[in-house]
């Protein structure tokens, strides 16, 4: 069993969609960001950059409990235990870790942060807003020229790196981006999102969404609540 922590968010969805994908057992545990959920310290046990999500197989290597944060982390992971999504052969196992690591270092950081400049800034910065979204549409042209070769990112087979990505494209307007602007990426986000096991992954506590642009919130995500010593 897979006690998973995570929230309604691109790096809980990874998750949530892999488990689905691998058809792996699991537990949700919600993890409520905008509450301050995240800095107790059962959780930065697991977790100590107080990031979701983060999970424990409580039958790991050897049989014994194995807890892991990071999603990218999690993900491969789950691939060598489910034997799925990861291909075992060299070069190509290595195409699908640079597209994970595109996810990790470029897609998640830059649209992020376009999303926050956007939707959630107290105060619109013109700079922020316009050095973000370009970022985010250069992302954009590089994954749509990628997906002009291949059905996936990282080649032929669906893998970690699409289930990684996929969550990131799915609020593009928050992101100063046009999704039409790029066929070949709407082709295969189209292609994902139909996929039976993306659907309910995207539904896993589908019912626990929380406002993330109230004061508190706003507190624990980007103000003291983040930055404080713990």
């Known amino acids: 069993m897979i006690d998973l922590y995570t929230w309604t968010t691109p790096n809980g969805h990874k998750l949530h969609i892999m488990l689905e994908e ?7 545990h919600p993890v409520n960001i905008g509450a301050g959920d995240q800095f107790k310290p059962e959780f930065l046990t697991i977790s100590p950059n107080n990031k979701i999500p983060a999970m424990i197989d409580q039958d790991g290597p050897d049989g014994r409990p194995l807890a892991l944060f990071e999603s990218g982390a999690m993900l491969i992971y789950l691939a060598e235990k489910s034997g799925q999504f990861m291909p075992i052969e060299t070069a190509a196992r290595m195409g699908v870790l640079q597209w994970l690591m595109f ?61 990684a990505t996929f ?25 994902i999102d139909a996929r039976p096991a993306v659907q309910r992954g995207l539904d896993v506590l589908k019912g626990h969404k929380s406002d993330l642009t109230t004061e508190q919130a706003r507190a624990f995500l980007f103000g003291k609540g983040q930055y404080q010593r713990r």
């Open 103 to 163: 996810q990790m270092g470029s897609v998640g950081p830059m649209l992020g942060q376009a999303h926050h400049f956007i939707k959630y800034a107290p105060e619109k910065i013109p700079y922020a807003v316009e050095r973000y979204t370009n970022e985010a549409n250069r992302l954009y042209a590089v994954m749509d020229k990628r997906l002009g070769e291949s059905p996936y990112l990282a080649g032929d087979e669906y893998t970690i790196a699409d289930i």
């Open 167 to 191: 969550p990131w494209l799915r609020s593009p307007s928050n992101q100063g981006v046009n999704m039409d602007e790029y066929p070949n990426v709407k082709r295969w986000f189209d292609a």
């Open 22 to 28: 691998t058809g792996l057992e699991y537990r949700a």
